[in-house]
Every structure is written in structure tokens, then in C-alpha cells.
């Protein structure tokens, strides 16, 4: 993308420099969420090729545009990995999600993230992960209620917690 | 959009593949206006995954998840992390000391007077706690697991199962009329269960795991039997411990450099 384009694309987004950066950033990570609910393996590549394509495009677009640019963004993503879907063959799954990984070195791993989290939050991952415990909603309830939290707040603090592990997690197993 | 759904039940309906090409066009045009639905969106997909992993998603939603759309690196990535926190977790409440929470027994403890008397107390109850599981342990029958792990032993099954169920074939939805249901006598003692294993399937060695609410049974399958140009495995359980309602398996492949894969997943309803 030429220096020119991506300028005109901000000021498309907002005449406030920051608030266009801001805009351009939800645009794009909205897209690379889109492209990878849909099955794709390259959501970045798809996401960055879609914001390359609508740059080109702006000098003619935007001056008789009506609404929200990330709508447009949208509608031309969908076309490009329409493009991206067509070009790549991807093998066949044959491992449903998630192959089985109990290997030590990833126990200890585990081991060394989780005297990172603070005590509650290791506390709330282990329960919560316990298969020894009867699964689903009434585990959840129960979790909800001893660590005071409405299920929406359970649901994105586990989120957030596994969010912070996994980097831990890979880096650990980088080493080892 | 259907007003009357909440945002969680959109996005989670959306992730199973279930909305309409508008709604999933007007969640999707969200994605990239606002920033607070992105991370709801991973939240919800994180607990699918871990539902998932846990073995508590209904068939048809565990069939959603095994589609094409959720076999991204990616999304394989997420759920081997979350099955290794499962496994991590069960494994370390069920050997760890209690947790340490600084209030009423940091606080007796501190008191040299109580110090004697707690630790006979603890004494006591571990001893008495040791006898009462040995007692247990030699005095209970020998459970589902080593049950089917003896019966499995080619010499020791006598004579034919008493019922064949199957061949199951994976992926099947509960309510469907793919599903396979079963009726069983409670007098069957051995029951064989055929399980259909998609192609490939060359892996040097086969595990079935029976997952239900209370635990994971890990069986270790040797040899499949090629049947009629299929390929099944043959799992030999106890009619008594086949309990009446939802039995989920799931056949795993593993290599001769021991990658483990999974290869399917199956539904059998048990009435008596």
C-alpha cells in the first residue's frame, strides 16, 4: 500500500488522525475475525489484502459514499475470500479439533504459568477445568457463586485467564 | 436479527453455523464497528471449545464443531490447550494439598497449645482414612475400566458377546435417525460395541474413550477388524455397566512415532 493511500484511507475513516488509526484497527481485526469463523487459515493475509484492495479504491469511493466505511470494508472482504477460498485447497481434517497433548513437559509448564496467575484466578482456572466435577451449566453456577461473578463476567474472566496463560505456555515450551 | 435473543445466544448460534445468511451478515458487519463484540466473540468460543473438550456439548453441537470451519490450525491450537488445562487441572486437585487461604486454621496454628492436638487429630483421620480405602478398594467390585480392559483380553472373553451393537457410525445426532439405540437386557454380561472407523485409518495402535459426566475411560484397542471392506473396532464391555440413556465415544489414532490424532467421534443411546 502506497504511503498517499493509506492516508487517504484514514482521513476516510475519520478527519481525527487518532480516531481513524482506532477505526482502522477495529476494521481490521473485525475482518480477521470474520475470515477465521469462516474456516480460514490465513484471516490476516485475507484482512490485509482486503484493506490493500479498498486503499486502491478510496480516491474513486469516498466521495460519493453514504455510511459507514467498515461496511464497505466488509462487503469487499467477503469477496476476497471468496477469492482466497477458491485458490487454497486445504487438506482434509481428519483430527476433529485438538489433538490430545499430556505430555510432561507441558505439565510442568502448566506448572510454572499457573504460579503466575494470582491465586484466585489459579483457583477459578483449576475448578473450572476439573473434570472430577460434573460439567456444565450447574458447575458453571456453582463456580459463579463461590467467586461472585454473573456468568457473562465467568465466561470472559476463563477467557481472559487462558489469555494469559497461553503465551506463558508457548514460551515455556519454547525453551524446554 | 431476532431482537428477542440475547448477544451470547447470537454469537454462540452464529459459531455453531446455525444463523441465516442475513443474520450472520449483520452480526459479521459488527465485528468491524465494534470493538467490545470481538472480544465476546472469543470469550463465547473459548467455552465452546472447552464444552467441547469437557464432553458436555450435545451431539449436534459437537458435530458443529468437528465441521470443516473449525479445523483451523488455529482453533486445534485452542483446544489442545484446553485439554491440556483439563488434564492438568483434574490431575492437580485430585493430588494437591488444600489450598492455602490464610484465615481460621493459619490462624489456630499459630497457637502452640493447638499444635499437638491438630496434628493427632490429623493423624488419626489419615489412618482411619487409609483403612477405610483399603478396605473400600479390596472390598469393591473392579470398575468399568478394568472390567472392559479384562474382557478385551482375547483369551479371557468366554465365549461370543451376547449382543453386537453397531457398527456405529460416527457424527451421529441425537434425535436423528442416524442415531443408534440399543436395547440391552440387564442380564447381557458381555456386550460388544462396533465402532466404523472412517478411512485413513492406519495408526499402529487405536484408543476408544467412553466419556460421560462423572469420568473419561480410556481403552486401548491393538488391531481393527477389517470387515466387509469397512475397518472396525471392537470394544467388549459389561452389559451392567452400560447404564441407560447417552454413551459418548471418541476413536483415537496413534502413530508409530506416537502422534496422537483424533479420528471420530459417536453417539449410542442405551434402553433396558
Given at each position: 500500500?502506497q504511503?498517499?493511500?493509506?492516508?487517504?484511507?484514514?482521513?476516510?475513516?475519520d478527519?481525527?488522525?487518532?480516531?481513524?488509526?482506532?477505526?482502522?484497527?477495529?476494521?481490521?481485526?473485525?475482518?480477521?475475525?470474520?475470515?477465521?469463523?469462516r474456516?480460514?487459515?490465513?484471516?490476516?493475509?485475507v484482512?490485509?489484502?482486503?484493506?490493500t484492495?479498498?486503499?486502491?479504491?478510496?480516491?474513486?469511493v469516498?466521495?460519493?459514499?453514504?455510511?459507514?466505511?467498515?461496511?464497505?470494508?466488509?462487503?469487499?472482504?467477503?469477496?476476497?475470500?471468496?477469492?482466497y477460498?477458491?485458490?487454497t485447497?486445504?487438506?482434509?481434517?481428519?483430527?476433529?479439533?485438538?489433538?490430545?497433548?499430556?505430555?510432561?513437559?507441558?505439565?510442568?509448564?502448566?506448572?510454572?504459568?499457573?504460579?503466575?496467575?494470582?491465586?484466585?484466578?489459579?483457583?477459578?482456572?483449576?475448578?473450572?477445568?476439573?473434570?472430577?466435577k460434573?460439567?456444565?451449566?450447574d458447575?458453571?453456577k456453582?463456580?459463579?457463586?463461590?467467586?461472585?461473578?454473573?456468568?457473562?463476567?465467568?465466561?470472559?474472566?476463563?477467557?481472559?485467564?487462558?489469555?494469559?496463560?497461553?503465551?506463558?505456555?508457548?514460551?515455556?515450551?519454547?525453551?524446554? | 436479527?431476532?431482537?428477542?435473543?440475547?448477544?451470547?445466544?447470537?454469537i454462540?448460534?452464529?459459531?455453531?453455523?446455525?444463523l441465516?445468511?442475513?443474520?450472520k451478515?449483520?452480526?459479521?458487519?459488527?465485528?468491524?464497528?465494534?470493538?467490545?463484540?470481538?472480544?465476546?466473540?472469543?470469550?463465547?468460543?473459548s467455552?465452546?471449545?472447552?464444552?467441547?473438550?469437557?464432553?458436555?456439548l450435545?451431539a449436534a453441537?459437537?458435530?458443529?464443531?468437528?465441521?470443516?470451519?473449525?479445523?483451523?490450525?488455529?482453533?486445534?491450537?485452542?483446544?489442545a490447550?484446553?485439554?491440556?488445562?483439563?488434564?492438568?487441572?483434574?490431575?492437580?486437585l485430585?493430588?494437591?494439598?488444600?489450598?492455602?487461604?490464610?484465615?481460621?486454621w493459619?490462624?489456630?496454628?499459630?497457637?502452640?497449645?493447638?499444635?499437638p492436638a491438630?496434628?493427632?487429630?490429623?493423624l488419626?483421620?489419615?489412618?482411619?482414612?487409609?483403612?477405610?480405602?483399603?478396605?473400600?478398594?479390596l472390598?469393591?467390585?473392579?470398575?468399568?475400566?478394568?472390567?472392559?480392559s479384562?474382557?478385551?483380553e482375547?483369551?479371557?472373553?468366554?465365549?461370543?458377546p451376547?449382543?453386537?451393537?453397531?457398527p456405529?457410525r460416527?457424527?451421529?445426532?441425537?434425535?436423528?435417525?442416524?442415531i443408534?439405540?440399543?436395547?440391552?437386557?440387564?442380564?447381557?454380561?458381555?456386550?460388544?460395541i462396533?465402532?466404523s472407523?472412517?478411512?485413513?485409518?492406519?495408526?499402529?495402535?487405536?484408543?476408544?474413550?467412553?466419556?460421560t459426566?462423572?469420568r473419561?475411560?480410556?481403552?486401548?484397542?491393538?488391531?481393527?477388524?477389517?470387515?466387509?471392506?469397512?475397518?472396525?473396532l471392537?470394544?467388549?464391555?459389561?452389559?451392567?455397566?452400560?447404564?441407560p440413556?447417552?454413551?459418548?465415544?471418541?476413536?483415537?489414532?496413534?502413530?508409530?512415532?506416537?502422534?496422537?490424532s483424533?479420528?471420530?467421534?459417536?453417539?449410542l443411546?442405551?434402553?433396558?
Open positions: 500500500m504511503q498517499d493511500e493509506f492516508e487517504r484511507l484514514l482521513a476516510w475513516l478527519q481525527d488522525r487518532d480516531r481513524a488509526g482506532e477505526k482502522y484497527e477495529t476494521i481490521r481485526r473485525g475482518l480477521i475475525e470474520m475470515c477465521r469463523c474456516g480460514c487459515w490465513e484471516p490476516e493475509e484482512a490485509d489484502e482486503t484493506i484492495r479498498v486503499a486502491g479504491k478510496v480516491k474513486d469516498a466521495p460519493t459514499y453514504m455510511g459507514d466505511p467498515a461496511r464497505y470494508f466488509y462487503g469487499f472482504a467477503k469477496n476476497v475470500l471468496r477469492e477460498h477458491r485458490r485447497s486445504r487438506p482434509v481434517p481428519v483430527n476433529p479439533i485438538g489433538p490430545a497433548d499430556d505430555s510432561e513437559q507441558l505439565h510442568m509448564c502448566l506448572d510454572q504459568c499457573m504460579e503466575l496467575l494470582e491465586p484466585e484466578h489459579r483457583e477459578l482456572v483449576l475448578e473450572y477445568f476439573n473434570k472430577d460434573k460439567p456444565g451449566i458447575h458453571r456453582s463456580l459463579g457463586q463461590r467467586f461472585k461473578l454473573k456468568p457473562e463476567a465467568l465466561r470472559i474472566r476463563i477467557y481472559r485467564i487462558k489469555k494469559t496463560l497461553q503465551p506463558c505456555i508457548d514460551e515455556c515450551l519454547s525453551r524446554t | 436479527m431476532r431482537k428477542s435473543r440475547d448477544e451470547i445466544t447470537l454462540r448460534e452464529y459459531l455453531l453455523g446455525r441465516d445468511e442475513s443474520e451478515e449483520s452480526l459479521e458487519e459488527r465485528f468491524v464497528r465494534e470493538r467490545d463484540v470481538i472480544e465476546t466473540l472469543a470469550a463465547v468460543e467455552e465452546l471449545i472447552d464444552d467441547y473438550v469437557k464432553g458436555v450435545p453441537e459437537r458435530q458443529a464443531l468437528e465441521g470443516e470451519v473449525w479445523q483451523t490450525p488455529e482453533r486445534m491450537a485452542k483446544a490447550s484446553a485439554r491440556a488445562l483439563a488434564e492438568y487441572a483434574t490431575h492437580r485430585g493430588t494437591r494439598e488444600p489450598m492455602k487461604r490464610g484465615g481460621f493459619e490462624v489456630v496454628w499459630a497457637r502452640p497449645l493447638f499444635q491438630i496434628i493427632a487429630a490429623i488419626l483421620v489419615t489412618t482411619l482414612g487409609a483403612w477405610l480405602a483399603i478396605r473400600g478398594f472390598g469393591r467390585p473392579s470398575g468399568l475400566q478394568s472390567e472392559v479384562r474382557l478385551n482375547p483369551g479371557q472373553l468366554n465365549g461370543e451376547s449382543q453386537i451393537l453397531g456405529l460416527p457424527g451421529l445426532l441425537r434425535g436423528e435417525t442416524g443408534a439405540s440399543y436395547h440391552i437386557s440387564n442380564h447381557d454380561e458381555v456386550i460388544q462396533r465402532f472407523v472412517p478411512p485413513p485409518a492406519d495408526f499402529a495402535e487405536y484408543q476408544i474413550i467412553k466419556e459426566d462423572a473419561v475411560e480410556i481403552f486401548k484397542v491393538v488391531r481393527p477388524l477389517e470387515a466387509s471392506g469397512d475397518r472396525e471392537l470394544l467388549n464391555v459389561n452389559g451392567r455397566n452400560l447404564e440413556g447417552d454413551h459418548y465415544f471418541r476413536i483415537r489414532g496413534i502413530s508409530d512415532s506416537g502422534q496422537v483424533e479420528i471420530a467421534s459417536y453417539t443411546v442405551i434402553t433396558r
